[in-house]
């Protein structure tokens, strides 16, 4: 079946312009997840979402950052007035369950890059 | 909060050795630890994990081991092969706290 999708696949914005990220998780997954992985570092875990509940925003590293899910699908991640340091990919993964222990599905990142 | 170290951060064998990746976590209630791989402009994929209630797993070439009482947990390639060149990622979680933290990765190049 289709895996996690996100668009675009890569995306060049000038510095304070805002952005928009898509992901697509995998059908009747519940749980969603954004991360952010700069050149050579981790997965810097950035929110979570699992069903209708509210979001887990605690990974955000500012208030340009924001995210939501609509319809318990797809969600969107929002950096406004971006700045040279938030270039990096962001990932997003999506697993059955909001346990914590069940296999994260990820999608292929967006990479952006501010100029 | 959990924190998660990883070590080498790079690793360079020749095909056919062994590989060798350690990862080590500070909180004991984590009960599930992941090992993910990304190849070069690839998303994470899992390749293996294992919980808290086994001391050791493996799947053909990989195995990763697991030692509650220290703290840590290792994953080993046997027999490497120039497709095992990646970024791999452990990580560790709590059952019911829904978000794993994950090690900076360790680049293992295999020389054919």
């Known amino acids: 079946g289709a895996g996690v999708s996100q668009s675009p696949s890569n995306k060049v914005t000038e510095k304070g312009k805002d952005v928009e990220l898509r992901c697509d998780p995998i059908s009747g997954h519940t749980a969603l997840y954004w991360y952010r992985q700069s050149l050579g570092q981790g997965l810097e875990f950035l929110i979570y979402?699992?069903?209708?509940?509210?979001?887990?925003k605690s990974g955000l590293p500012s208030d340009r950052f924001s995210a939501e899910r609509t319809g318990g699908s797809v969600s969107t991640l929002t950096i406004q007035r971006t700045q040279q340091e938030d270039s990096a990919v962001y990932l997003c993964?999506?697993?059955?369950?909001?346990?914590?222990?069940?296999?994260?599905?990820f999608g292929p990142g967006t990479r952006l890059t501010v100029l | 909060g959990e924190n998660v170290e990883q070590h080498p951060s790079t690793l360079s064998v020749q095909e056919g050795d062994s590989a060798v990746i350690k990862c080590t976590y500070s909180d004991s209630a984590s009960n599930y630890f992941p090992w993910y791989k990304q190849e070069l402009g690839k998303r994470p994929q899992l390749i293996i994990d294992?919980?808290?209630?086994?001391g050791e797993k493996k799947d053909q070439r990989i195995a990763v081991t697991l030692n509650k009482t220290a703290k840590h947990f290792s994953l080993h390639i046997t027999e490497t092969q120039p497709e095992d060149s990646a970024v791999y990622f452990c990580a560790a979680s709590i059952g019911g706290s829904y978000i794993p933290t994950f090690g900076r990765g360790t680049s293992l190049i295999v020389h054919p």
């Open positions: 294992i919980r808290s209630n086994v």
């Open positions: 993964a999506s697993s059955t369950s909001g346990t914590g222990t069940n296999e994260q599905f």
């Open positions: 979402f699992q069903g209708n509940s509210a979001p887990d």
